[in-house]
Each structure stands twice: as C-alpha cells, then as structure tokens.
C-alpha cells in the first residue's frame, strides 16, 4: 500500500510546485505533508474522519482542508475516499477476495454499503470493476 500514498504524496508535491512555482518547499512543510500521508496510510481503515489527522498534525479541520482544497483540489476526506477506492481496486483485481471479503476487510459494515460507496466514488459497482478485470485479463 505505501506505493499508493507515495504516488499521492509526489503527485500533491507536483500539483504544488506548478500551482506555486515561487513557494519552496521547506523540510519543515514537507515533513508535515509526509506525517499527514503516513497517518493516512497507518489509519486510513480505522480513522475516517478529518479531524483526527488535522489534530494529529495540529491544524484545525478546516484550515487543513482550505490547504488541501487549495493546493490540491481536494479535502482530507476525499483523499481518504482515493486511497479507500485504491485500495479495493486493488484487492477486487487480485482476485482472492469476493466483494464480501473485500467490504469487511476495508472496515465497511455492509456489502452494500460498500458497493454504494464505490459506484458514487468511481461510476461503476464493484461487481461491474471486477468483471471488467476479468475480462482484460
């Protein structure tokens, strides 16, 4: 999983640097960034809430999202829904989970719960990403 939240953080630091060319990044700023990724990766499954990692790093939810919304074009929250929609991608495509497995794993309390999340998130329903999976593989 750390690839995924690496991707993430170089494409934030990407988006960064060509939306404010002037601003250097200092280790001070990127070694917030990088604690707010890690946290993302380490409690991504248990903590979905933004004020939990806007605590953890010592902002307050809303200032961490002005700064992700205006940096990145995005709120803690949906960054959370990314790595969460990542993440079942990846576990459906590998096969050896059915989408029950795969729901409960990612701490969804229903299949179906689950399978509304993805479809708003991604256009389609897990059933219909899979199958697509199988049939390009």
């Known amino acids: 999983f750390r690839p ?7 494409a ?13 990044f200092s280790q001070d700023r990127f070694q917030r960034l990088q604690s707010l990724y890690e946290l993302v990766e380490k409690h991504y499954l248990t903590e979905r809430k933004a004020c939990f990692y806007a605590d953890k790093i010592g902002l307050t939810t809303k200032r961490l ?17 990314k790595v969460l929609i990542a993440e079942a991608k990846k576990m459906i495509a590998k096969g050896d989970k059915n ?10 309390s229903e299949q179906a719960y689950f399978s509304r999340f993805f479809k708003k ?3 389609m329903s897990p059933e219909k990403f899979a199958k697509l999976i199988r049939e390009t593989s």
């Open 4 to 10: 995924v939240i690496n991707s993430y953080l170089e």
């Open 12 to 24: 934030f630091i990407y988006k960064l640097s060509i939306l404010r060319p002037d601003m250097k």
């Open 65 to 81: 999202n002005e700064i992700l919304k205006n940096k990145v074009g995005l709120t803690l929250t949906q960054l959370l829904h």
């Open 99 to 108: 989408l029950k497995e795969v729901s409960f794993a990612l701490r969804f």
């Open 121 to 123: 998130q991604t256009g």
